[in-house]
């Protein structure tokens, strides 16, 4: 038997102005966790997307259980027992979990002897009693469009799972789920190791990679840095050879500068498709230079509160004052023309035309001012200008400039693009959900700096995300949401990670 079962040797592949990996070579063993670890756009995807078939490298060779291989496809890797959890994920909207999961390796069996059919009443009941076994519950006959993201990532592993995969990739595979899931996942992945399985993790955070990995490389800007021994390696370490310089891991924030209040937010209902009410009577506001994070477990309302305030739900209740304005019923245009920027939870699907091109995705929200579009023609030099002031100012990597195709980028620049047309829209009252979601350590740490910035500058912001540690180092104003309804609300300072843990399980004090 060889000692590796993976080995990428010398690898080069190429994009239009880009090079995305740049020789290199790394040899996987057979039952280890191998960690990718760089910024967004360093190459990780690309690399193991070549494993795995999608791409084809330009120079350098790939070798599978100590025999060459060309891998053109996904159905070759399959057949190679290679499987991937994408970061996107590769799903049919309109078919159902179970005909998701065995696209491509359907059970066939003959009606009469005679007539093929697809047995999938067969397929439910084993993908039921898989996603049993590995703590992945899910409805095979759901379709994709009616489940949230957190399920549609479990739909992604339990494809892997089902096609008996040996050697597991999984591209950002705790992006969209919460800390309790995450934990979960972690241990699913140690018992897969266990079981014999070679995985591949990539992902941007350091914690995780040192619960569960066993070696790590390092990339950047498509070059091979390091491989590390995980258990003799500091997060830190990790972090600045990632990143290509020293990371500071504590957010400096000054004092909040309180000033008069920009959202009111009063008795506010929403009903979801089922006509049941998944936020309840929620009242708050923010005050300009104010961060008010709502921390909650997924699926308790947070997410529909911000949709609600932005207008992308009906709000079934309860009133939205803006700056003294009821907004209550405006349309989503005249509401950003009021001053709301948002970045939404979902970037792919609410916050950017995917085959639109960078330039005309950062102009999204003001292609028809007069600058952009004078006498209601566009200006493709003002707009273009425009996209390559904000690429520089808010470093966006991509390959052929305002040209490039916001498709073919990484997930964590495609988060840069929407933030950077938001907050460039210099809106009084901000909404982020999920704000850092995929990105690396030292993007991370740019975001928390601009969102801080923005306070600073008199904005009121509204801060959701499942991160604990990110709602505790960043706001001023905590409101702790359970089953659609506040459950506290205090300055951050006056509360302690774990009392708002507590109130996040509907936990009540006195």
């Not at 990739?169 to 070679?198: N, Y």
């Not at 929407?418 to 829209?425: Q, S, W």
């Amino acid at each position: 038997m060889p000692e590796y079962i993976v080995e990428m040797k010398l690898i080069t592949k190429k994009f239009p102005g880009i090079v995305a990996n740049d020789d290199i070579t790394v040899q996987i063993k057979k039952g280890e966790i191998f960690a990718l670890l760089g910024e967004n756009g360093a190459g990780k995807s690309t690399l193991m997307s070549m494993l795995f078939g999608m791409y084809e490298p330009d120079e350098g060779e790939i070798w599978v259980r100590g025999s060459k291989v060309k891998i053109d496809s996904p159905n070759f890797a399959t057949k190679l027992n290679i499987g991937m959890v994408h970061q996107h994920f590769k799903l049919v909207q309109n078919y159902t979990i179970a005909e998701n999961i065995i696209l491509g390796v359907e059970p066939m069996k003959k009606l009469a002897g005679i007539f093929p059919y697809v047995d999938i009443r067969d397929a439910g009941r084993r993908i039921e009693k898989l996603s049993k076994k590995f703590g992945l519950e899910v409805d095979p006959d759901n379709k994709i469009e009616d489940v949230n993201v957190s399920i549609q990532q479990r739909v992604e592993i339990l494809k892997m799972l089902y096609r008996e995969a040996e050697i597991l990739i999984f591209d950002e595979p705790t992006a969209v789920l919460t800390p309790q899931e995450i934990e979960f996942l972690l241990d699913i992945i140690k018992g897969l190791r266990e079981g014999g399985k070679t995985i591949i993790l990539i992902t941007h955070k350091l914690e995780e990679i040192k619960k569960v990995a066993d070696r790590c490389a390092v990339l950047c800007r498509g070059k091979l840095i390091d491989i590390l021994d995980v258990k003799e390696t500091s997060t830190r370490r990790m972090a600045n050879l990632m990143v290509g310089r020293e990371v500071n891991f504590e957010t400096v924030k000054k004092p909040a500068h309180r000033k008069d209040v920009v959202l009111k937010v009063s008795h506010l209902t929403v009903k979801n498709q089922e006509h049941f009410e998944i936020v309840k009577e929620v009242s708050f506001s923010i005050r300009g230079g104010e961060i008010f994070a709502i921390a909650g477990v997924s699926g308790n309302g947070q997410v529909e509160i911000a949709d609600a305030i932005a207008g992308l739900t009906k709000v079934s209740g309860g009133t939205i004052e803006l700056n003294d304005t009821d907004i209550t019923n405006y349309n989503i245009r005249r509401r950003t023309l009021c001053g709301i920027s948002y970045i939404p939870e979902d970037r792919q699907n609410f916050g950017l035309v995917l085959d639109f091109t960078l330039s005309d995705n950062l102009a999204l929200k003001s292609y028809f001012k007069k600058n952009f579009s004078p006498k209601g023609i566009l200006n493709r030099g003002e707009i273009d200008r425009y996209g390559n002031k904000l690429i520089e100012k808010y470093d966006i990597r991509s390959g052929q400039g305002v040209r490039t195709l916001v498709r073919s980028m990484s997930g964590g620049n495609q988060q840069k693009v929407i933030i950077a047309r938001e907050i460039e829209l210099a809106s009084p009252f901000m909404i982020f959900v999920q704000p850092t979601r995929g990105l690396d350590i030292g993007a991370i740490e740019n975001i928390h700096n601009m969102i801080l910035q923005e306070r600073d500058k008199g904005k009121a912001i509204l801060l959701i995300s499942l991160e604990l540690d990110e709602i505790m180092s960043i706001s001023d104003t905590i409101g702790v949401i359970y089953n659609g309804q506040l459950q506290k609300t205090a300055e951050t300072k006056s509360l302690t990670p774990k009392e708002v843990g507590e109130f996040m399980m509907g936990v009540r004090h006195g």
